[in-house]
């Protein structure tokens, strides 16, 4: 369900790294901060907690970045989306304070958020993860668009690769590198035949991720169920929110949203997990059988090096380009 409120836009400490910012006003070649319209409302169950939780979705101001505010202790508590508060990364992107509460499977949220284009907003909860939807992003970008959007009179930043950097190992790594257009490639390789190894490819400018990504959904094996919820997780998962893959095919009505929704998947993740960054990236992301974790340690990586990245005004005018999910090779 989805319900606009009118609340006043609430003000927050800059973080660190959005600091540098500039107000633009009067200028047209850069590109401006965004934040929501109006608050949004929607409640669902956490994957993984299996709790009902209700979630908001509220304006910030410019600078403020993407903060989750946890509303069911005894006083609000906020935790800004970073990598540098990223406590656990098993099968989802948890963050939280050092001791204190934390917000669970932030990561279609956040891909959903980059996905539009918002830089500053409030995400209200009331228990400790945000709710799974159907599973991906595209239920947060219908609930974006029912808020609304506006321009804030701050130059948009991004987080500008210089120089390569790779975590990981020849099975599993993450490499990022310089690249004129923010691109994600992605290859999988699961011991299934109903997902076996898959490649793809899209580059993020003009609503790729909106038409390419957003709609794939999170998938399990459903000999794995068992034992994933005796350890604690996936206790809200069932066929309305996950691909759940059998040995002879998928159990959801319907079947699979594209032929490879299962690498689109795992590439809105990387979406997501990358906006932890404090903003976009640019620059080229690919992630070989990689995962919450790897992507997590790429951006420890990255930002250990002052000389592998900078700060950057995104220019007004998008190059025009074929954005189109690709399959390769």
Same mark, same amino acid.
């Given at each position: @369900?989805?319900?606009?409120?009118?609340?006043?836009?609430? =003000?927050?400490?800059?973080?660190?790294?959005?600091? !540098?910012?500039?107000?633009?006003?009067?200028?047209?070649?850069? @590109?401006?901060?965004?934040?929501? =319209?109006?608050? $949004?409302?929607?409640?669902?169950?956490?994957?993984?907690?299996?709790?009902?939780?209700? !979630?908001?979705?509220?304006?910030?101001?410019?600078?403020?970045?993407?903060?989750?505010?946890?509303?069911?202790?005894?006083?609000?508590?906020?935790?800004?989306?970073?990598?540098?508060?990223?406590?656990?990364?098993?099968?989802?992107? /948890?963050?939280?304070?050092?001791?204190?509460?934390?917000?669970?499977?932030?990561?279609?949220?956040?891909?959903?958020?980059?996905?539009?284009?918002? +830089?500053?907003?409030?995400? %209200?909860?009331?228990?400790?993860?945000?709710?799974?939807?159907?599973?991906?992003?595209?239920? &947060? @970008?219908?609930?974006?668009?029912?808020?609304?959007?506006?321009?804030?009179?701050?130059?948009?930043?991004? @987080?500008? $690769?210089? =120089? %390569?950097?790779?975590?990981?190992?020849?099975?599993?790594?993450?490499?990022?590198?310089?690249?004129?257009?923010?691109?994600?490639?992605?290859?999988?390789?699961?011991?299934?035949?109903? $997902?076996?190894?898959?490649?793809? %490819?899209? /580059?993020?400018?003009?609503?790729?991720?909106?038409?390419?990504?957003?709609?794939?959904?999170?998938?399990?094996?459903?000999?794995?169920?068992?034992?994933?919820?005796?350890?604690?997780?996936?206790?809200?998962?069932?066929?309305?929110?996950?691909?759940?893959?059998?040995? +002879?095919?998928?159990?959801?009505?319907?079947?699979?949203?594209?032929?490879?929704?299962?690498?689109?998947? =795992?590439?809105?993740?990387?979406?997501?997990?990358?906006?932890?960054?404090?903003?976009?990236?640019?620059?080229?992301?690919?992630?070989?059988?990689?995962?919450?974790?790897?992507?997590?340690?790429?951006?420890?990586?990255?930002?250990?090096?002052?000389?592998?990245?900078?700060?950057?005004?995104?220019?007004?005018?998008?190059?025009?380009?074929?954005?189109? &999910?690709?399959?390769?090779?």
């Amino acid at each position: @369900m989805t319900t606009a409120l009118n609340d006043p836009r609430p =003000k927050l400490d800059l973080p660190p790294a959005r600091a !540098m910012a500039r107000r633009v006003t009067g200028r047209s070649d850069v @590109m401006l901060q965004r934040t929501l =319209k109006s608050p $949004i409302r929607c409640a669902g169950i956490g994957l993984h907690s299996g709790a009902k939780v209700e !979630m908001v979705l509220k304006p910030a101001e410019a600078d403020s970045g993407i903060v989750f505010r946890r509303t069911d202790g005894d006083r609000p508590v906020d935790i800004a989306a970073s990598w540098r508060n990223v406590v656990e990364t098993r099968l989802c992107t /948890r963050i939280g304070l050092p001791g204190g509460p934390f917000v669970a499977t932030v990561e279609h949220l956040m891909a959903a958020l980059a996905g539009s284009e918002i +830089d500053n907003a409030i995400v %209200e909860l009331d228990g400790p993860e945000v709710p799974v939807m159907d599973g991906s992003s595209a239920p &947060f @970008m219908f609930l974006i668009e029912c808020a609304g959007v506006v321009e804030q009179p701050v130059a948009r930043r991004a @987080m500008k $690769i210089l =120089k %390569e950097v790779e975590v990981g190992t020849t099975d599993c790594f993450v490499r990022l590198a310089p690249a004129s257009v923010t691109t994600i490639s992605f290859d999988i390789d699961f011991d299934s035949p109903v $997902i076996g190894h898959q490649k793809g %490819e899209v /580059r993020l400018a003009n609503g790729t991720f909106k038409s390419e990504i957003s709609r794939a959904r999170t998938f399990g094996f459903l000999h794995d169920f068992d034992k994933l919820r005796a350890a604690g997780l996936a206790r809200g998962g069932s066929l309305d929110n996950a691909v759940v893959v059998t040995a +002879d095919g998928v159990m959801n009505e319907g079947g699979l949203r594209y032929d490879d929704e299962f690498v689109r998947h =795992k590439m809105l993740d990387a979406v997501g997990d990358l906006y932890l960054a404090g903003g976009p990236l640019l620059g080229r992301f690919h992630g070989h059988r990689s995962g919450h974790h790897l992507h997590h340690a790429a951006l420890v990586q990255l930002f250990s090096d002052p000389a592998a990245w900078r700060w950057v005004d995104l220019p007004a005018v998008v190059p025009a380009i074929d954005g189109r &999910f690709a399959a390769t090779a």
